[in-house]
Nanobody, 115 residues
Framework: QVELAESGGGLVQPGGSLRLSCATS????????MGWYRQAPGKQRELVAT???????NYADSVKGRFTISRDNTKNTVYLQMNNLAPEDTAVYYC?????????WGQGTQVTVSS
């Protein structure tokens, strides 16, 4: 079992920025594909960004150019830098770790974009 703990969410004005962090309990963090997903009220959970152990990244079209996923393998932590936030980005953001056909999820952190 791998425990994930998201942090960094909160209330921000449109056009503002937030940086989410996801700390993991695994000592082989480098072996996992990490990802960020989000779920807005009444909507299905959707992929935001993923990043395997290397340097390649994958983004949803809705966040390309605004969000950046990164990871620090020495700290066993993955980040999501979110810039130019819009009300449509309001959701609970979940951290995900994948390896050997197993998915691990954090409890989520709330991001609210509002004036």
């Amino acid at each position: 079992q791998v425990e994930l703990a998201e942090s960094g969410g909160g209330l921000v004005q449109p056009g503002g920025s937030l940086r989410l962090s996801c700390a993991t309990s695994t000592r082989i963090f480098w072996a996992y594909t990490m990802g960020w997903y989000r779920q807005a009220p009444g909507k299905q959970r959707e992929l935001v960004a993923t990043m395997p152990g290397g340097t390649m990244t994958n983004y949803a079209d809705s966040v390309k150019g605004r969000f950046t996923i990164s990871r620090d393998n020495t700290k066993n932590t993955v980040y999501l830098q979110m810039n130019n936030l819009a009300p449509e980005d309001t959701a609970v953001y979940y951290c995900n770790a994948y390896r050997s056909n197993n998915d691990y999820w954090g409890q989520g952190t709330q991001v609210t974009v509002s004036s």
